[in-house]
């Protein structure tokens, strides 16, 4: 019975996330909106810091660390990742932005370092535009921020850490 409990905890989780909304924009809406991408910086071929969007004014959406992990399962060590982009009313909101360290393997992240930064933005999607949740993770300085795709330009603050944003081994 215990050998199963991994994997009903995973399917649990899983199937939790399945009709989890990508983005707020309801069905058949026809105004303005802009899109929020999540982006990925590559460590090894087992390990990625990945930013991601989480949340938009406290609604819940899939993000790109539960679509790699979806991707992921069972496929071993190496870390494959899926990053989504999402349509967003254009339209002032609070935005919750992670970064995360994520491994291929869910063994590793619980015997590896793993760096974990967040907040909430707040700013105002223009019609048409292209945003991206960029960030850094290290050990003595991590942050997370939305930018302006083309201009680069940080859309309301960035959340960061000076000094270690490193989880204890209870908080992976």
């Known amino acids: 019975m215990l050998r199963n409990l991994p994997a009903l905890f995973l399917s649990l989780i899983l199937g939790a996330c399945v009709n989890m909304p990508t983005s707020n924009v309801p069905n058949g809406y026809q105004g303005p909106f802009a899109v929020i991408s999540d982006s990925v910086t590559p460590r090894a071929a087992t390990t990625s810091d990945i930013f991601y969007l989480s949340a938009i ?14 991707g992921n399962a069972g496929r071993g060590r190496y870390l494959y990742t ?9 339209q002032a909101g609070t935005f919750k932005v992670f970064g995360r360290t994520a491994y291929g393997a869910p063994f590793d992240e619980i015997t590896h370092t793993v760096y974990q930064v967040s907040g909430d933005v707040r700013f105002t999607p223009q019609p048409s535009g292209h945003y991206v949740v960029r960030g850094i993770l290290g050990a003595d300085y991590s942050a997370v921020w939305i930018e302006d795709a083309e ?14 944003a490193k989880l204890g081994v209870f908080e992976k």
Do not use: Q
Not at 57 to 67: C, E, P, Q, T, V
């Open 151 to 164: 201009s680069r330009t940080v859309m309301g603050e960035k959340i960061e850490i000076k000094g270690s």
């Open 57 to 70: 004014d406290g609604l819940r959406i899939k993000d790109s660390l539960i679509a790699t992990r979806e």
């Open 82 to 90: 899926t990053m989504i982009d999402r349509p967003v009313l254009a």
